[in-house]
């Protein structure tokens, strides 16, 4: 049928397109400062972090942290936080938990530099929390109470792919075929793979 041989031809595109752009620094570059100008960021996010909560039917809550650098994943780094101190469901105190954790270690652990058994010693450029503005407060909050403001930090909302900064009502208007949200859907889909496959693990 023509709409799924479309569908398929689409997503050879895409796959052909992704691996040009992995195997090309300067379509990265690109990439990269489209999503600083998209933002209004005082520099290209060079790495990018995504946090996102998942949970195995109202059990097992996790946070997932996943890592672009350069533009590209960075599974050696990908991280995965159990969410300890929650009764029920509640995503946004999950997040906050989650993200104290890793924030408190990089203060802990960044007069140390990047030795061996540092996995946090490095700040990112840009935070991406998989979440509309209820989480994107929360990521803030975290931040605010750690002194860590200059890090810039934005909400992606799944519902329409909308983007969210601090202080601002209305979602940032990035193009659907930009690499800027490209780059942001990546790392958050990255993230619910990584969540996904823990669930798996402790389910089997």
Request: glycine letters at 6%; hydrophobic letters at 35%.
């Amino acid at each position: 049928a023509l709409p799924e041989a479309a569908t398929h031809n689409a997503r050879e595109a895409f796959g052909r397109h992704r691996l040009k752009r992995a195997s090309d620094p300067n379509a990265r570059a690109r990439a990269l400062t489209s999503l600083q100008e998209a933002l209004g960021l005082s520099e290209a996010p060079l790495r990018i972090e995504c946090f996102d909560i998942s949970n195995l039917q109202g059990t097992e809550i996790v946070a997932s942290m996943t890592v672009l650098e350069d533009g590209l994943p960075k599974r050696s780094e990908y991280r995965r936080f159990k969410i300890r101190h929650q009764e029920g469901q509640d995503d946004c105190s999950a997040m906050e938990e989650a993200l104290t954790r890793r924030f408190r270690l990089y203060l802990e652990e960044r007069d140390e530099g990047a030795r061996a058994g540092k996995r946090f010693a490095y700040p990112p450029n840009l935070l991406v929390i998989d979440g509309g503005k209820g989480q994107l407060n929360v990521a803030v909050r975290v931040l605010e109470e750690l002194g860590l403001e200059d890090i810039g930090v934005v909400g992606l909302a799944k519902r329409f792919e909308e983007v969210y900064r601090p202080g601002e009502s209305d979602p940032v208007r990035i193009p659907r075929d930009s690499e800027a949200l490209y780059l942001l859907q990546q790392v958050r889909d990255e993230a619910h793979r990584f969540a996904i496959t823990y669930h798996r693990q402790l389910r089997d």
